[in-house]
């Protein structure tokens, strides 16, 4: 292998690569904050106080539009969105972030589809893993997601630890951060081309995607299609398949009414709203969501914890609906409409429209 | 098993350590198709039945020809059958039913549900032609057949390039099977440059162009210039996602000690159509043309002939990639591209300035890759009726293609570096340019990696 000087030149070179990375890595440790951030850090779109906190996935991105909402209620409406995540990420949230805010919203607004709360270990692989607001030692998480697949061979499981290994890397571990910096430096910059040609659509992408909370394709597929909302999210997760799910489980035994009382015990009001799937507006209601739902209600209702019962609504029917259990534009501003009444019943802001 | 996760990782690690811990060459071959086929299985090990079909097969024919000359012809027709059986009934069978049946709907006679739904096999395609192109290359006395089932079966399973290429030759890989091999300094480097290489081509670039990918080809009724962004986006998606899975082979099959065959040299830096295939999937171009355009009577037959075979191959060429009239659209229109160049060509012998003619090959392609991409046949009409009728939204595409910047100037990075160094490993001395390379290459796989793109694309076809 070393018998030529140009096989021993290659060496070195691959050498010196080698303790570059090694220096890079080194430094970026060095570099790095040592103090862990608090787990309210991670979050999204912190409540403002005083104001509506909506937490949910892509049923409540393309059910409720915060902007509308807010001028429904008149109050102040941050959305806390995760992308394909479930029951287990609103637990996290409630237990773990919720109360280390300096300040509490007024109302959180939360809500699950029956389907998948009944499988509390139901989440999505890597991509929107929920270990972003799990803290350690919590065993109310551990117990309930014990149905958790893991790898079934010790082969997929050294591949995993190698995996985590890698993710903790001082390199990989902001690859998410790094990749949204790229991103937004070569949007701003591509505004600046669009001034320049004096393109109007800058003003608004420079408004709702670089100062607010909505990505580039979220945007333009609204300005499009008139009003669908962008899923690439759920789609990008979706592509990578990989579901896990745990056994089926009672309501009283799954994260809902967890994640209630830890929403309850940090003084927040909360309004829980029970979705309806797409196979209800069709007229095809299953016997364990029914029971699912029946259960919850009943639980909610001794609690006198405030419910929003859309898995009843026949309002929405099937023309309200997008893709799968998404709602369309005219379906989400009816919810919107619908979550804006309940939360006025409440004495959260203003009830006329 | 998929190069991009870290089953591969380990997976590759122990086969490359024990690998060059044994040092007879018929104990390496040992070991790498147990791995291979092991590779393989990982996903469903009930596949392995159908390679090792088309191998029995491609063995057994090929001693055949030699043994019995007199029989060539019938079995040469086994010989190519059988794979061509494999590949039909899992590959193409439900879309011929589809369309028989629209036909005969259309005549009043009902649609027949005759589908039989079979998942697609990984990498069927591949190795079904390389099993072909070895039976035929026996057949015509290009190469002796090969005796040893060990060494045969191996070609044919080889784990670095099996689901998705390059498509070997027998006259380049058999023997490399069969001598003892070796690997120095040179090809450490350089194997492991190809595979940093080809994981950033695949989850830096490919990876983080998909979503902008995947939601502009969703929107229902998009503009000519968001679709011609789209198509942008993919072109370099798709060439970062195969050329990577290409680069990790190769760099894969050199720590082994293996030289595989060139499948991508920087296609989109050619000026005209005929260039883009000689750069483009190189294997694939050059199985077509050996096996399906030259019997055809390739240029040898007259100019019209010429020209039909052209056609010919290059639609066979997209109905190979899969079975959906959008890829038999795809074939045809870039065999229309290369028959306008050719007629070009022959008229004006003078060659057509560079940049015209980069412009031109890049819409061409660039439109091919929407046809590619999209499979319903209505989007695909209202797509390109919209390409050309409606300009909407110019500004929102603009916005768009600039965050696609970052990784297109990458792209053109790694194929410098690669056109300057690499492609020269064997004539200059090893550059020290290589070192900050990648090093930098590794860095940007570990911080802007992608963890969401899965599957590589072609391991669909």
């Known amino acids: 292998m070393l018998d030529s000087p140009a096989s021993r030149r290659s060496l070195s070179i691959l050498l010196v690569a080698f303790l570059g990375l090694v220096a890079i890595e080194v430094g970026a440790r060095l570099l790095a904050d040592d103090e862990d951030d608090t787990v309210s850090e991670r979050l999204l779109e912190p409540p403002a106080g005083d104001g509506v906190w909506v937490v949910g996935n892509s049923i409540f991105k393309t059910g409720v539009e915060p902007t509308s909402l807010a001028d429904l209620i008149d109050r102040d409406v941050a959305f806390e969105y995760h992308g394909g995540h479930y029951t287990s990420l609103w637990y996290l949230i409630a237990e773990n972030a919720l109360p280390q ?43 309930l997601a014990t149905g958790l697949e893991g790898p079934d061979n010790p082969f997929d499981q050294l591949a995993t630890d190698l995996d985590d290994q890698f993710l903790s890397t001082a390199l990989a571990s902001h690859r998410t951060d790094a990749t949204t910096t790229v991103n937004d430096a070569s949007l701003r ?34 300005i499009v299609t008139g009003g669908e909302v962008e899923l690439a999210e759920e789609r990008v997760v979706d592509g990578v398949g990989d579901f896990i799910e745990g056994e089926p489980t009672r309501f009283v035994d799954g994260f809902v009414p967890r994640t209630a009382e830890a929403i309850a015990d940090s003084g927040a009001d909360q309004l ?80 006329s429209p | ?51 090792l079909l088309c191998a029995l097969d491609g063995y057994v024919v090929a001693i055949l020809l030699h043994r019995r000359p007199e029989r060539s012809r019938p079995l040469l027709v086994v010989g190519i059958a059988v794979p061509l059986a494999v590949l039909g009934t899992f590959k193409y069978f439900d879309f011929f039913v589809d369309e028989v049946g629209r036909l005969t709907e259309l005549v009043g006679l009902g649609s027949p549900d005759l589908a039989l739904e079979l998942a697609l096999p990984v990498g069927i395609s591949f190795y079904t032609f390389q099993t ?17 089932p060990l060494v045969f079966f191996l070609f044919v399973t080889f784990f670095p390039q099996l689901v998705a290429g390059p498509i070997e030759r027998s006259t380049n890989l058999l023997p490399q099977i069969r001598r003892r091999r070796t690997v120095d300094g040179q090809d450490l480097l350089h194997g492991t440059y190809l595979i940093a290489q080809g994981f950033t081509k695949k989850i830096v670039i490919a990876d983080n162009v998909k979503p902008i990918v995947d939601s502009i080809f969703a929107i229902e009724g998009a503009s000519g210039p968001l679709i011609l962004v789209g198509s942008i986006a993919f072109a370099i998606q798709i060439y970062g996602d195969f050329s990577g899975y290409t680069d990790i082979a190769r760099g894969i099959a050199r720590l082994l000690g293996f030289r595989l065959l060139l499948n991508f040299r920087r296609p989109y830096w050619s000026t005209n159509p005929a260039e883009f295939w000689n750069r ?53 229109f870039h065999g229309t591209a290369l028959i306008v160049h050719r007629v070009w060509s022959d008229r004006r012998p003078g060659k057509a300035p ?64 690669e056109w300057r160094v690499i492609d020269r490993a064997d004539e200059i001395d090893p550059s020290w340019i290589l070192s900050p390379v990648l090093t930098s290459l590794v860095v940007m796989i570990a911080v802007l990696g992608s963890d969401a793109g899965g599957e590589f694309i072609y391991f669909a076809f």
């Open chain 1, 272 to 351: 829980v709203v029970i979705w309806r799937p797409r196979n209800m507006a069709e007229g095809v209601p299953y016997e364990a969501e029914e029971r699912f739902v029946a259960d919850a209600l009943e639980w909610f209702a001794d609690r006198d914890i405030p419910v929003l019962d859309v898995y009843h609504d026949e309002r929405l029917d099937i023309s309200l609906y997008g893709e799968g259990d998404h709602f369309n534009p005219e379906g989400r501003a009816l919810v919107t409409e619908i979550v804006a009444e309940r939360l006025a019943e409440l004495g959260h802001g203003t009830s």
């Open chain 1, 189 to 222: 910059a591509s505004l600046e081309v669009l001034d320049v040609l004096g393109l109007g659509v800058a003003d608004l992408l420079r408004t709702d995607v670089v100062d607010g909370d909505r990505s580039l394709l979220d945007v333009m597929n609204r």
């Open chain 1, 101 to 143: 805010l300096d300040e509490q919203p007024d109302v959180i607004v939360w809500g699950f589809r029956p389907r998948y709360a009944e499988l509390p270990a139901f989440r999505q692989n890597r991509p929107n893993s929920t270990e972003e607001f799990e803290v350690e030692g919590d065993r109310t998480y551990d117990e």
């Open chain 2, 354 to 417: 560079v940049v015209l003619g980069w412009v031109g090959t890049m819409l061409v392609v660039v439109i091919g890759w929407y046809m590619f991409r999209v499979t319903d046949g209505g989007q695909l009409i209202d797509g390109l009726s919209a390409l050309v009728l409606d300009p909407a939204f110019g500004g929102l595409a603009l916005a768009t293609l600039g965050t696609v910047v970052p990784y297109l100037a990458l792209m053109v990075a790694v194929d410098i570096v």
């Open chain 2, 132 to 148: 072909i192109g070895y039976v035929v290359d026996v057949h015509r006395g290009l190469i002796e057949p090969e005796r040893d």
């Open chain 2, 280 to 332: 483009w999937h190189i294997t694939l171009s050059n199985w077509f043309r050996d096996y399906v355009y030259i019997p055809l009577g390739g240029n040898r037959a007259g100019r019209s002939r010429t020209l039909v075979n052209l056609m010919a191959t290059m639609t066979l060429s997209g109905l190979w990639h899969g079975a959906s009239a959008n890829f038999v659209l795809w074939g045809a």
């Open chain 2, 1 to 51: 098993m998929l190069f991009n996760s870290f089953a591969f990782v380990l997976f590759a690690v122990v086969v490359l350590l024990s690998y060059h811990l044994l040092r007879a060459p018929n104990q390496q071959n040992v070991l790498l198709l147990a791995a291979s086929l092991f590779f393989y299985a990982y996903g469903d090990w009930k596949l392995l039945s159908l390679i």
